[in-house]
């Protein structure tokens, strides 16, 4: 478990390509074996119970890398992420399976 100790604002800074790029293929340098799409919203989920995060900011997502499908659905991943940072919930109902059906 993290332990965030004072009051000071989090800035949260995502690299994309942390990110297994099965999940989100729109990335310059993508990471096999990377995050899977779970441990990306439980580490969200668990900067937004600081209650401190202020700032979140994506980046090394680049939808021109891949195909319109696979742009879409890379998007979409991480909107759900930045949701679940900034509000603690998930914008959808629906789990990263679902995202397969758009290619």
Known sequence: MFLFRGNRSIHLSFDVDALDPG????TGTPVRNGLDFRQALRIAKIVHNTRRMSVMDVVE???LLSPPSSAIRSAQVMVEIIARAFTGKRMRHVSIHDYDRLE
């Open 61 to 63: 997502l680049n939808p």
């Open 23 to 26: 999940i989100v293929p729109s």
